[in-house]
Structures are given as C-alpha cells and as structure tokens.
C-alpha cells in the first residue's frame, strides 16, 4: 500500500513537471522538440498514475481490461523504445556539435534530458501494466464481458 501511494506521488510530480515543461518549452522557449518529449513523458506518467490510483483503490479490474492494460503496455514499450533512440540519437548530436545548454531554443541537452524521462516513463508504465496484469486470475477472464473486452 505504501509503496503504491508512493508511485502515485512520483507519478504525479511527472505529470506535473512534464506539462508544465512542455508549456514552458513550447511557448516561452520555442525549444517544440524538447516540449514534445517532455509532453509525451508527462502521458506516459498519467497513465502510470492512473493505473497505480485504480490499484489503489481497487478498482483496476473494474475499469481495465486485460487487452487495455496489454495497450497500454504497447503504448510503454514504444515510449520507451523511442525515448531510448532519441536519448542515443541526441547524445550523438550533442558529442559531434558540443552545443552546450545554452541558448535553450536549440539546445540539444535539453531534448536530450526530456527524450530520457520519456524513456523512463515509458519503462514504468511497461513495468506497471507487467506487474498490474499479473493480478487478474483465471476465473476473472472468463467472467469479463465480451464488450469490455474488445474496447
């Protein structure tokens, strides 16, 4: 229990930091790649929140089917995939350029950083949906309706 109210307040310093950057980034910086990665992170976080806040009070086989939480850890394994490609990509970028931080409208370590944190929450939303899967028994997939399951 403890462990899982300490994953929803890490998941929603996430959605917190990751909509706030991308505000911040797109808008006052004009830095769009770096605001769209840390969008994307700050998505992954929700959904990570939003299965941990169901678990928490239940209500995760009520609201998640087995083939939305299999979506789900879909939609993890390509944030993670493509935060890792990206992360190596603007490390390559940064190694061959040594841009440096600043000016942040084109700075590579910050699209670097947000295209990590993408990386990672695309691994923690993986991870969750691996471990929130596990929890649904043999007799909960034949008693789920048949509509549930195929949204």
């Given at each position: 229990?403890l462990r899982t109210k300490?994953?929803?307040?890490?998941?929603?310093?996430?959605v917190v930091l990751?909509?706030?950057?991308?505000?911040?980034?797109?808008i006052?910086?004009?830095?769009?790649?770096?605001?769209?990665?840390?969008?994307?992170?700050?998505?992954?976080?929700?959904l990570?929140?939003?299965?941990?806040?169901?678990?928490?009070?239940?209500?995760?086989?009520?609201?998640?089917?087995?083939?939305?939480?299999?979506?789900i850890?879909?939609?993890?394994?390509?944030?993670?995939?493509s935060?890792?490609g990206?992360?190596?990509?603007?490390?390559f970028?940064?190694?061959?350029?040594k841009?440096?931080?600043?000016?942040?409208?084109t700075?590579?370590?910050?699209r670097l950083?947000?295209?990590f944190i993408?990386?990672?929450?695309g691994?923690?939303?993986y991870?969750?949906?691996?471990k929130y899967?596990?929890?649904?028994n043999?007799?909960?997939?034949?008693?789920?309706s048949?509509?549930?399951?195929e949204?």
């Amino acid at each position: 229990m403890l462990r899982t109210k300490i994953h929803i307040a890490i998941s929603v310093i996430g959605v917190v930091l990751g909509l706030s950057a991308f505000i911040c980034l797109c808008i006052v910086y004009a830095n769009i790649e770096a605001g769209m990665w840390a969008l994307l992170s700050g998505i992954h976080s929700a959904l990570a929140l939003l299965m941990h806040y169901h678990y928490l009070r239940e209500s995760l086989h009520a609201n998640f089917s087995r083939r939305a939480l299999q979506y789900i850890e879909e939609f993890g394994i390509i944030g993670f995939v493509s935060g890792a490609g990206l992360t190596l990509f603007y490390i390559f970028l940064e190694i061959y350029y040594k841009s440096g931080l600043l000016p942040v409208q084109t700075s590579i370590i910050i699209r670097l950083v947000w295209s990590f944190i993408m990386m990672k929450w695309g691994l923690m939303v993986y991870i969750a949906t691996r471990k929130y899967q596990r929890t649904y028994n043999d007799e909960q997939l034949f008693s789920e309706s048949p509509n549930i399951e195929e949204t």
